[in-house]
């Protein structure tokens, strides 16, 4: 029998929906999955009201839809998603990037360094999810050095929802390499305190991640399209 994964009740409908974006993230929960409620509330030992609220959080964050008679469904990103929400990430990580370099302590730009250095070293052995684990620290700390709360939370919103494993995986290995360097560029940017030039870094990194995703979607829609 399968290990329950029982939920710490501080606040509970919180904890709930943490782990609901867990598995929407890492893939556990498929996009166009119905949120079986019996089977969660079971696996969480919690009953159905927690659950309902932690939904309500996803829905507010755009992670799932609710449909009436269905429950919630796991959110699917289209190409005009993921176009939308890849500039707004540009907009807020440009201005993330010139805040950060006035505002980061030196303590800040240490851990920005040391997580790079983890990343490039799984860039090395060839560890995929781990190395994007890795760059989205980098990304988040970088917007948190800003100083700014809204932006911090504004962020986040965002960047939840095109963080999925099957996009990583399908990287090519040219593109990585590519996005390795730039997080070399974003460093240098950074630790010279060079706000408008990591601003520029920053938003051309995303525009050029948003072009792979896009192109890993539209196969899949195309597919699609074609079922009678």
Request: charged share 30%.
């Amino acid at each position: 029998m399968k290990q329950r994964d029982l939920i710490d009740p501080r606040p509970l409908h919180y904890e709930v929906a943490d782990r609901l974006r867990e598995m929407i993230t890492q893939g556990e929960l498929a996009p166009g999955e119905r949120l079986n409620e019996r089977v969660l509330t079971e696996r969480f030992g919690i009953s159905r009201t927690p659950l309902r609220e932690a939904v309500k959080i996803l829905f507010a964050e755009g992670l799932v839809r609710l449909f009436p008679n269905r429950g919630a469904i796991v959110v699917a990103i289209n190409r005009e998603d993921a176009e939308d929400m890849f500039q707004m990430m540009a907009s807020l990580e440009a201005l993330g990037g010139t805040l950060a370099c006035a505002r980061a302590t030196a303590a800040d730009i240490a851990e920005i360094t040391e997580l790079h250095e983890r990343m490039k070293a799984f860039h090395a052995e060839r560890k995929v999810n781990e190395y994007y684990e890795c760059n989205q620290q980098i990304h988040e700390k970088i917007i948190d050095c800003a100083g700014n709360r809204e932006l911090s939370v504004a962020y986040r919103r965002v960047a939840t929802r095109v963080r999925c494993p099957r996009f990583n995986a399908a990287f090519p290995a040219p593109r990585w390499s590519e996005a390795m360097e730039e997080h070399e560029e974003i460093l240098d940017a950074l630790l010279k305190r060079d706000g408008e030039r990591l601003s520029m870094l920053l938003t051309s990194e995303i525009t050029n991640r948003s072009k792979v995703i896009q192109s890993l979607i539209a196969p899949r829609e195309n597919s699609a399209e074609r079922v009678p």
